[in-house]
């Protein structure tokens, strides 16, 4: 509806189209331009899940570690909640700098976003993680090591998966805006051009490949948690009947 | 024979709220003993000194001979909840304890397999928690904490929140069970009937702080049934231990 009335609007000339395209001549345009943006698609795709990778590695690492030592936590804490209020868009340049145009400053920026929700979740999660499950544990004089691996992680799996959901809207995102600082290829400079010359066809196209790439991550992880967690499917189940 | 526990004058206040005063408990190998209690006494407490997972003020453990205290892993324990994990299946479950004392998962899954059918949960091997009555997964509980340690078992409560006919046919069940094993069981329980138609001893405590009460050897003869419950001497029992119930 919304999109057929849009189509309407720019058709009938009343918006110029390099302000508002319609919505056949963004499709088209997104076609067309199809084998020139593959690259650059790939290019951010590749950026976007070695950096969510590297921020699903470390944000376990830190939350476990952070959980497992509260002197660790004390200190690290406090800066980690600092570090998430520098505006990443005013570090980015700095990194350029730093590491130049390939891909690596992007990589960067997409971990700096990603891994936060990670972290912070899972370590949330493995603190409200039930005391007398762990009493159970620890009664049977079961090491730390058994306790994370057969109580803790397993009951703070719900919490991870929250963490990486909100991590993997923002991954795409992340490596867009390292693109726009700096870079020789990817859907950012791929925006940017498009943007000079006014294409705002192509720069709408770019939008929907971002929203699509992000909602596919993001379903690829709900995919995950499913399998990941089978007994959540039984949670609302009846019980059967007592047998003796 | 040395007893296999012996609770020695234990006291344990958490800060200012005095919990145990004084309570001392010997269980003697291959007998089963009760603790009887209102509801926040401390028994579960008691439970959690003896396991280890809490340190008392004052007093002693002593388990088969060594003093024990504030040392896990001696005895097993089912706690006063079923403690399931929701997200491992009853086999899995049942494993837990194996895995700590360090079997791989497919030995543990094995040798946990053959008590199923025992403990009544044959055919359910691969059910989650959620998706089993309460009975079942109390036997499940107790499955779990037999695997630990089939030498000294803790039960805290493990009938508790069943509903009465169910419970009468666990009790039946318990007993059963309990004529092929060599375990020594402490046992804590609400029911003044439980108590009586399961133990050797009964340990009666007293409200919070709790001391000692009054104990209670039971001679009924083993093996016992539904009869037991409404023979003279079961009555005889049952209405000295409701007496002094009353006096609180
Ligand atoms: N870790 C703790 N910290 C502070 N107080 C505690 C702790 N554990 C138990 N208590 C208190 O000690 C008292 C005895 O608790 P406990 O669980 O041993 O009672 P109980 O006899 O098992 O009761 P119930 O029959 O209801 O299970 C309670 O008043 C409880 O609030
Ligand atoms: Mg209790």
Known sequence: MLIAIWEIISRTGSVPSYILPAPSIIIYSLFSNFSLMGRHIL??????LVGFIISVFLGIIIAIIMDGLPFVKKVIYPLLITSQ???????????????????????????????????????????????????????????KY??????????????????LKIAATYSIMGATIGEWVGGKDGIGVFMLRAKYSFATDKVFGAIIIITVLSICLLKLIEFIERKSMPWVAYEKNDTLGEQI | MPNKIEVLNIK?????????????????KNK???????????????????????????GDIIIDGINCIGKTGKVSYMHQKD????????????????????????????????????????????????????????????LRTYLFSDDIMLLDEPFGGLDAITRRSMQLWLLG???????????????????????????????????????????????RDYKTFTSAHFNEIKEKIINLLQVE
């Not at chain 2, 344990?12 to 003697?28: D, H, M, P, R």
């Not at chain 2, 700590?100 to 899954?109: D, E, T």
């Open chain 1, 43 to 48: 290019v951010t795709v590749y950026e976007t």
């Open chain 1, 85 to 143: 209020t520098i505006p990443i868009i005013t570090l980015a340049p700095l990194f350029i700098i730093w590491f130049g145009y390939g891909y690596l400053p992007k990589i960067i920026i997409v971990i700096l976003i990603c891994f936060f929700p990670i972290s912070i979740n899972l370590l949330q999660g493995l603190g409200s993680v039930d005391i007398e499950l762990i009493n159970l544990l620890k009664s049977m004089g079961a090491s």
């Open chain 2, 177 to 223: 069970l309990l004529k092929n094993f060599k375990s020594s069981i402490l046992f804590i329980t609400h029911s003044v009937d439980e108590a009586i138609f399961l133990s050797d001893r009964i340990y009666l405590f007293s409200k919070r702080p709790a001391i000692v009460k009054a104990t209670f050897d039971i001679n009924i003869q083993r093996p």
């Open chain 2, 32 to 58: 089963f003993v009760s603790i009887l209690g209102p509801s926040g006494c401390g028994k579960s407490t008691l439970f959690d000194i003896i396991s280890g997972l809490e340190k008392p003020d004052r």
């Open chain 2, 12 to 28: 344990k206040s958490f800060g200012s709220l005095g919990t145990i005063e004084n309570v001392s408990v010997s269980l003697e």
């Open chain 2, 83 to 142: 403690l399931l994990l929701p997200w491992k299946t009853i086999l899995d479950n049942a494993c837990i304890s194996l895995q700590v004392k360090g079997l791989r998962i497919r030995q543990a899954r094995d040798k946990a397999g053959t008590y199923f059918n025992l403990f009544g949960l044959s055919g359910f091997e691969s059910y989650y928690p959620n998706q089993l009555s309460g009975g079942m997964k109390q036997r499940a509980a107790l």
């Open chain 1, 146 to 163: 058994q306790i994370y691996k057969i109580v803790k992680l397993p009951a703070s799996l719900p919490s991870l998966f929250s963490g």
